[in-house]
């Protein structure tokens, strides 16, 4: 939420969500790595595609590492916090898994989260807030939706397959950005597009490295 906040235009607010939809991937490797999951060669290639695409989309279409520090370096603090926040959701889920015994919490962490941002506006923290009808709607409908996921999100890597649920996920950036676009009236490049829909891709050869693994340690009956 920070991200976002912190964020500066349309397009930018996006750019910062794109980094932060590596956490599909990023569940996948830190489940094979923690929870005994088994995947073969092709998580490393599809690893590399989602990185690669979120480096392509925040470096405007050019695969430039100086291009990419310049414009991460415009609004450093925004693009960390969506780093941060995708490891933060990658953990969570591992680790909700791991220790949850079966009960969600994420009513509690919510209410949290709302009682802790509520404060920071109470105090006056950021920039003089102009309140809009659009604001107000965004808030409701932007808070009701955040809730009702995360409660869903967190009841099925405590009782479902967690890289089936992952992989439910991977479309996630392509609906986020058509919303985005609507909503926010960003004007969204073509190599944008391209780099959204290569995470996307990669997210998925990720999650097929993990279903090909299984099915190649099935003993034949």
């Known amino acids: 939420m920070f991200a976002v906040y912190f964020s500066v235009g349309g397009a930018q607010t996006l750019e910062v969500g794109m980094v932060n939809y590596l956490w599909p991937a990023l569940t996948i490797v830190f489940s094979v790595l923690l929870t005994g999951v088994k995947a073969n ?22 695969f430039s590492l100086l291009r990419f520090i310049a414009h991460v370096t415009e609004n450093p603090l925004s693009y960390l916090l ?22 969600n919490f ?55 397959n967690i890289t089936v649920l992952s992989m439910a996920s991977y479309f996630t950036p392509v609906m986020s950005c058509v919303f985005g676009a609507i909503w926010l009236g ?27 693994a299984s099915a190649g340690n099935q003993k034949p009956k």
Not at 82 to 100: H, V
């Open 41 to 62: 060669f092709w998580l490393i290639p599809g690893l590399l595609i989602c990185i690669s695409s979120v480096f392509w989309i925040v470096s405007n279409g050019e």
């Open 82 to 103: 969506a780093l941060g926040a995708a490891l933060f959701l990658t953990l969570y889920s591992i680790f909700t898994k791991l220790w949850g015994r079966g009960q």
């Open 106 to 160: 994420s009513t509690i962490i919510l209410a949290l989260d709302s009682i802790f941002f509520a404060f920071l506006w109470i105090a006056g923290f950021g920039d003089d807030t102009v309140v809009t009808v659009k604001g107000v709607v965004s808030l409701l409908v932007g808070g009701f939706a955040i809730g009702l996921a995360y409660g869903c999100w967190t009841h099925g890597v405590l009782h479902g």
């Open 186 to 212: 960003a004007q969204l490049s073509t190599s944008f597009w391209i780099g959204s829909l290569f995470l996307v891709f990669g997210s998925i050869v990720c999650w097929f490295s993990t279903k090909e």
